[in-house]
């Protein structure tokens, strides 16, 4: 066995660049019964092999417990949020509420010249998003993917899509976001409602997270990869039920497609890394991803490691001063 201090050794292989762009097929040969497993009697065994093959994986009911009781804190935050719009700052990702949503420019022929994108509800908002991410079942599996000491990164995400015309969300890789010295946080994206083609089903690229972090152009919802080298009939949909979760490596390149249904279509991301993680490059935008990538940018984030200290939900984290 690995040394604990010696993160990089225990790692999962995804971490090398061992595939190029032109080996991940136009067409997917992987299909969605490729990647899913039932959340009832999960076997950690076979998960493992899926998400360490694939980079995604799909669990069928993992939460669908919470996902009511989620479900109403979203849309109460999403009535506060809209509330709350004539207060709105412009920032350089579009427009920001008191609260902490984020708002983009809407579709011609919205009701209104604004759209919510991520809404400002989290852990330290919503019990029943918390809860979820602490799930007994979760946490185990996140400790058998990522090792024995996990941490939550960040405060839980939401991805709000309005009603006839919410957001698409570019193809793009999650590392191009936040850049981790080792392997990176794991992405474990849950429907909060039953999700199909039409309200915006994530779509993956099976085995794209060998790939290594890919260069990322700007796009309407922020960083996204180049839509001629990564079109959509590329990606494998994945519809599903409310408490579906769809967990996936920081390099995967995953999207969604607008919201074309009457009714809004949420998502809350958990995400898990390896507790000796941290980020080395954080951005939204090709600008300043490019300043962050300096050599001295990379070590004021390296100084800043224990900083950014999530909630350990496995194992334990000794002090590093």
């Not at 919470?66 to 935050?77: G, N």
């Not at 015309?165 to 936040?178: E, T």
């Not at 993956?204 to 960083?223: A, E, Q, Y």
Request: charged letters at 20%; hydrophobic letters at 40%.
């Amino acid at each position: 066995m690995q040394p604990k201090s010696d993160l990089s050794a225990r790692l999962p292989a995804t971490t090398a660049v061992d595939r190029t762009v032109t080996d991940i097929p136009v067409r997917p040969t992987v299909g969605i019964v490729d990647l899913e497993l039932p959340a009832e009697g999960l076997d950690l065994a076979r998960a493992a092999a899926i998400y360490r093959e694939h980079g995604a994986l799909v669990i069928r009911g993992l939460f669908s417990r919470y996902m009511a009781e989620v479900r109403a804190d979203l849309e109460r935050a999403a009535v506060q949020a809209l509330t709350l719009l004539p207060q709105a700052e412009q920032v350089h990702e579009g427009w920001t509420t008191p609260d902490g949503t984020l708002f983009l420019p809407a579709p011609q022929g919205f009701s209104r010249d604004k759209q919510i994108m991520v809404l400002g509800c989290s852990y330290r908002t919503s019990g029943a998003m918390l809860r979820s991410a602490l799930d007994d079942t979760m946490c185990d599996l996140a400790a058998a993917l990522i090792g024995p000491d996990v941490e939550l990164f960040m405060d839980g995400q939401v991805l709000y899509k309005e009603p006839v015309g919410g957001h698409p969300k570019h193809l793009h890789q999650d590392s191009a976001y936040f850049e981790h010295r080792f392997d990176g946080p794991m992405a474990v994206l849950n429907y909060v409602v039953d999700t199909n083609m039409e309200n915006g089903a994530l779509h993956v690229i099976p085995g794209s997270h060998r790939c290594g972090l890919i260069p990322h152009v700007d796009t309407f919802s922020h960083l996204g990869l180049d839509g001629g080298q990564w079109p959509w009939e590329r990606a494998v949909p994945i519809c599903g039920q409310a408490g579906d979760a769809i967990i996936f490596h920081v390099h995967t390149i995953h999207g969604s497609q607008t919201n074309r249904s009457k009714a809004s279509r949420p998502v809350c991301i958990h995400r898990y890394r390896n507790a000796q993680d941290y980020v080395v490059v954080g951005a939204t935008s090709t600008k300043i991803r490019k300043d962050a990538e300096s050599a001295e940018a990379r070590a004021a984030a390296g100084r800043s490691r224990w900083s950014q200290r999530g909630m350990m939900v496995r194992g334990f984290r000794p002090f590093a001063g």
